[in-house]
């Protein structure tokens, strides 16, 4: 089961405080304020159906929570835990079903499910096989690693023949996996291939999924095939063994595989750093190592392509294949795609010293689900995601306006049943009677490595040393085995390596040494796999001292061979190799650059009572028998679906893109106009500076009109049939700068304010709008700015907002939580304000000051000043406001019903203001229009409209020009005998800029298209 965050409902709470991204109705008062914990296995077991701790809201970042869904299914398991709970059980149970089975099913549910940066199933290790760079039989051959240190192939798989012959059942779902390096090495031989399944730990864990799963492999064969003939034989030798080939030319490999991949992105992630060159041209050939890279995953993005059945799951594995998310999402939008990396994700203070960082981090967020191996790797994706690319983390993963890529932790595992079966053979029960004769009376310690600089080996034989010098009644008595695999031979850090590792062998065994005992017995080779069971069976203690490693199945292997001994051996493990996080129990956990540290854990281990050993033993080897390769891909496989099945559900609640074609021809069909535009992120210039990483702080905080928005402006304004509203938060000095030689309204502060750029400002602001409350919270954001580098406060005449935008995310949002609470218990404990609390803003505003509060009173003083003889019969508006201020889409919504009631303001016993029913239909309101659309219930209906307006001295009352005021569908409202407003589902469009989930119709992905759209408005004149 795995490890997830959950989320908790809170205590229900009466505060006004209105959290962006939570629901923007104070007056409910449960909206949920986040809170997380961790919840252990037991728990989730425990936890009944249907419990809120596995609800997860709609809302996972700083969007406007929606409403659930009406909708349920009775024997559908709602959270996602529940569901992969079932799934589990109907796989232990023999059963098999589609997995579109289980999506068809999904998509009429009510509540999505829970997930989170948790532990999947299964445990292990991204290990490479020894290779010779200069031949191309590259590390990894066993596509996404393995067992390096055996010489022999998968002996028990290899009677399997093509990878999906055992255990077939109906093929529910096929699997494609991507990988570097098919599962099989090809060996030509004349006009014919020799194929020979390479071990490896991918492997023997896909094999585990083909029970459920139609399983192809994708990837490189590990060698040059020039010729076209040689290429049509080899696809269909591999075709056999269900592989498809992906070919590369030498120059390719050479750049890509050799060069980004091993150079630059294998170091960086293993914390060893970026290559320092002296040369120019060593950045020039990094450059053409990136392209390289590229193209080479353009290369397998057209094979995978190829292959691709629609309801085709494709798994990319490993940072060779960081860009072929994005490549097949280019292709094909709704493929499903998940990227797994076996070696460990550096810190973000690591990572982003990497050339190009962001577009790497940009491709693999179009995958779908993106797995690690540990928590760890994954919460510093996240953190590089957040400090690199600014968008948010959740939870479940990171999120860019909405759109929810999910972030996991998956530890792999092994096969253990292969080594206990193995462990029953006459060959290595031979083997191990030949190793506990040669070795009687000897306690042995293991280490089982590839010879890498990541490996620790060094650092183990000088604890080793010490420990002998410390303790000269052991010299004799104990022995250390290093099998050292020789790995990338022409490489000189690799070579110095070697040549360090034989002389601190030699010392050692000169020091410590005699005629017939030699205390390290060092091999520069591979092992055949029942050598290598047997040698893990006979030792007495294995040493895994990784300075950096993804995972490390030696631990894992150790343990599996190890249960079948009476006394039972001890694991010596490093606490940065991935297994430590799920071996920690059982194991001694050491840190492998504290020598001392190392050497007292040697003298532990050997010393340790025999029923310590017994119990250490019996933790790690229940964990190494239930989190198996195969359960870690199943697992992993299990959530990508379900993940696909959550985004279906989000995308219910997302706006499809503005149709533009028939906005126009509404737009050019229509008699009188009105359209309704934001200012900030809908029609300005965002000001980026190629120097700096993100926008320019400096030019940005200088709102700008978008060049290419004027002339159509102009044209616009130009037409007395056509009323242009720029509504924003802004002050209104900036939207006289920015409009003021337009012929449009100007709505400034959330429409406090009001004026035609041929007149004077007007105020809108209700009487009585109580403001005692600006001095004390100004003093509050002044000294968390000052607290907060490069954040700035925009004191305004109704609101006062800080802004973090520019300073760094996680401290800003961690200020952020700590301004909230001082603001809570202190300034506006008592006051009658919302706080608004944006992406990276916190606003404070007295109660009933939005955008759609004012519109009523905007609407209205628009049409008196206009006296206008034709009916509105359109209506556009286009923002990206906050979740507080999307009333405004609503207000004008002809297709969803609502009494048309107007704010009022009663002083209560506590001087606090109450909300009238403007306030509080508009939450219902946008669940009403999102149960409408998911339950296909929409009905086009003429839209009736009340105006009201505020008379001189502000208060709500009717105006004296507005009569005949009507309430029932289908009627218009009259002023001066003439209709004001006759739209309908057709003539009103409403478009959420930049925000994936909205209370709007339809949205608009940037700025850009904004000025496509209103240029396109233009041609129609």
């Known amino acids: 089961m795995p490890y997830s965050l959950t989320i908790k409902p809170p205590e229900r709470t009466t505060k006004t405080t209105v959290w962006e991204g939570e629901g923007s109705d104070p007056t409910i008062s449960h909206a949920p304020q986040r809170r997380f914990s961790i919840s252990t296995p037991g728990e989730l077991k425990t936890t009944r159906p249907g419990s809120s701790i596995l609800v997860r809201a709609a809302s996972l970042s700083d969007e406007q929570e929606l409403p659930k869904l009406g909708v349920s299914s009775p024997s559908f398991s709602s959270s996602r835990v529940e569901r992969l709970v079932r799934e589990r059980q109907l796989r232990r149970s023999g059963s098999c079903y589609a997995a579109g089975d289980e999506v068809g099913k999904l998509s009429d549910a009510s509540s999505l499910g829970h997930g989170g940066l948790g532990m999947g199933s299964g445990e292990g290790d991204k290990r490479t096989a020894p290779e010779n760079s200069g031949s191309h039989q590259a590390a990894g051959a066993a596509a996404g690693g393995g067992e390096g240190v055996r010489g022999g192939g998968l002996e028990n798989y290899e009677s399997s023949g093509n990878l999906n012959e055992k255990g077939q059942h109906r093929a529910a ?96 992630f293993h914390y060893i750093g970026l290559p320092q060159e002296d040369r120019l041209a060593a950045t020039r050939s990094m450059d053409s190592q990136f392209n390289a890279y590229n193209h080479a995953n353009q290369l397998f993005a057209q094979v995978v392509f190829s292959q691709y059945q629609e309801g085709d ?231 895994v001292t990784s300075l950096r490693d993804g995972m490390n199945l030696v631990s894992y292997e150790y343990v599996a061979c190890q249960n079948s001994k009476k006394n039972q051996g001890v694991l010596v493990l490093s606490e940065f190799a991935g297994a430590a996080q799920s071996l920690g129990a059982g194991a001694i956990l050491v840190n492998p650059w504290n020598i001392r540290e190392m050497y007292g854990a040697i003298e532990g281990a050997l010393t340790m009572p025999e029923n310590e050993r017994n119990e250490r033993q019996r933790h790690n080897f229940t964990h190494v028998t239930t989190h198996t390769a195969q359960a870690w891909a199943d697992t992993f496989v299990s959530e990508l679906n379900d993940t696909i099945v959550e985004a279906e559900l989000r995308t219910l609640r997302i706006p499809p893109h503005l149709p533009l074609e028939t906005a126009v021809g509404r737009f050019q069909a229509s008699k009188n106009r009105l359209l309704i535009l934001g200012f900030n992120a809908t029609i300005t210039t965002q000001m980026e500076d190629p120097r700096r990483r993100g926008p320019d702080q400096i030019t940005e905080m200088s709102l700008q009109l978008h060049p290419a928005m004027r002339d159509s402006l102009a044209i616009l304004c130009a037409d007395p049939n056509t009323i242009l ?57 002044d000294y968390f700015c000052e607290r907060t580098p490069r954040s700035y406060v925009e004191t305004r005449e109704t609101s006062l907002v800080w802004n973090y935008k520019y300073a760094d995310t996680e401290f800003g949002r961690v200020q952020a939580r700590n301004m909230l609470q001082h603001l809570w218990t202190g300034p506006i404990s008592n006051a009658a304000v919302d706080v608004v609390q944006g992406g990276k803003s916190v606003e404070v505003r007295p109660v009933g000051v939005s955008k759609g509060a004012a519109i009523d009173r905007i609407i209205a003083e628009i049409i008196r000043s206009k006296n206008m003889d034709l009916h509105i019969d359109y209506v556009m508006c286009i923002g990206h406001f906050l979740s507080k201020d999307e009333d ?129 408005l233009a041609n129609t004149y």
């Open 313 to 543: 799951v494709v798994w990319c594995h490993d940072y060779h294949l960081m860009c072929l998310p994005e490549f097949l999402k280019e292709m094909d939008c709704h493929m499903k795609v998940g990227w797994f990396l076996h070696t460990p994700f550096p810190s973000s203070e690591i990572y982003r010293t990497l050339p190009l960082r962001s577009e790497l981090l940009k491709a693999v967020l179009t995958a779908d689900l993106i797995g690690f191996h540990t928590y760890d790797y994954a919460r510093h994706f996240v953190s590089a995601c957040t400090r690199i690319l600014g968008l948010e983390g959740t939870p479940d993963g990171v999120e860019d306006h909405g759109k929810l890529t999910r972030v996991a932790a998956f530890p792999i595992g092994i096969d253990p049943e292969r080594f206990i079966q193995a462990l029953e053979t006459d060959q290595v029960k031979f083997h191990i009677k030949e190793l506990r004769r040669f070795f009687a009376g000897r306690k042995v310690m293991l280490g089982v490595d590839r010879l890498d600089m990541i490996k620790g080996i060094p650092q183990k034989l000088l604890a080793f040393e010490m420990f002998l010098e410390k303790h000269p009644e052991w010299r004799e008595k104990v022995l250390l085995v290093q099998i050292a695999v020789p790995t990338r031979t022409d490489v000189p850090e690799y070579q110095r390596l070697t040549s360090q590792v034989h002389e601190i062998v030699g010392r050692i065994n000169g020091r410590f040494g005699s005629v017939t005992f030699v205390p390290i017995h060092h091999l520069d080779r591979s092992l055949a796999f029942h050598e290598l069971c047997a040698l893990y069976a006979s030792t007495d203690v294995a040493l």
């Open 888 to 1016: 405004v889409y609503t207000y004008f919504d002809p297709e969803v019903p609502f009494e048309r009631d107007h704010p009022t303001t009663h002083p209560t016993t506590n001087g606090k203001l109450e909300k009238g029913p403007l306030d509080r239909r508009l939450a219902a309101k946008s669940c009403d229009r999102i149960l409408a659309k998911s339950n296909k219930m929409g009905v086009v209906r003429t839209k009736t409209t009340a105006l009201v307006s505020p008379e001189c001295n502000g208060s709500y009352t009717e105006c004296n020009s507005f009569k005949d005021h009507k309430h029932n569908d289908g009627e218009t409202m009259e002023l001066d005998s003439g209709t004001v407003m006759n739209i309908s589902g057709d003539t009103y469009f409403s478009c959420a800029v930049g925000r994936k989930r909205s209370a709007a119709r339809y949205s608009l992905g940037s700025t850009e298209e904004v000025v496509e759209f209103f240029q396109a």
């Open 173 to 268: 779902q096929r699997l494609l996996v991507v990988a570097n390096r098919l599962p099989v090495s090809a060996i030509r031989e004349g006009d014919s291939w020799d194929l020979r399944l390479s071990p490896g730990g991918l492997v023997s864990a896909l094999l585990g999924v083909k029970q459920n799963f139609e399983t192809r492999w994708i990837g490189w064969a590990g060698i040059n095939v020039p010729d076209e003939k040689g290429r049509i034989s080899l696809t269909e030798a591999l075709a056999l063994k269900g592989c498809v080939p992906v070919f590369l030319d030498d120059d390719t490999v050479d750049q890509y595989y050799n060069g980004y991949c091993n150079n630059v992105l294998w170091p960086l």
């Open 725 to 781: 509203v720029i509504l924003s938060g802004s002050e209104r000095t900036i939207l006289d700068e920015a409009f003021g030689k337009y012929n449009m309204w100007l709505a400034a502060e959330n429409g406090m304010f009001l004026r035609h750029t041929h007149g004077e400002w007007m105020t809108t602001m209700p009487e009585h709008l109580n403001m005692d409350w600006v001095e004390s919270v100004q003093l509050v954001f």
